[in-house]
């Protein structure tokens, strides 16, 4: 199974990534940098990563994701992750993801707290 990339805007200025199957190395996991990239040039500042489809992640992955806040955080946003369960959430703590990004159970508990920020 290949990743599935489903954009998402369900608040003006919040945009969710729903990320379903392999986020692995090659060209892929290159959709959810080109997905954060196309927003930013669209005005929209803050992003949810919903990775409760996700299956399975590499380092590729990981640092897809780090790439990704770093490029929110340029432009004075931000990024969320939710959903993130499993294998998928040991492999974000013991790379230490979630000393640099908020993790949430859900898209819509990260969405409150942009809400709240």
């Known amino acids: 199974m290949t990743l599935e990339v489903e954009k998402k805007s369900p608040a003006a200025g919040v945009a969710i990534l729903e990320l379903r199957g392999r986020l692995l190395m090659g060209n892929d ?21 919903d990775l409760s489809g996700l299956g399975i992640i590499d380092s590729t992955g990981v640092g897809i994701l780090v790439m990704c806040h770093a490029k929110l955080e340029k432009v004075g946003g931000s990024l969320r992750i939710a959903g993130a369960k499993g294998i998928i959430l040991d492999i974000l703590r013991m790379t230490h993801v979630d000393r640099i990004v908020k993790f949430f159970p859900s898209a819509e508990e990260a969405g409150k707290d942009f809400g709240s920020a």
């Open 29 to 49: 996991s290159r959709q959810v940098e080109w997905a954060v990239v196309e927003w930013i040039k669209a005005g929209i500042r803050n992003v949810i990563l």
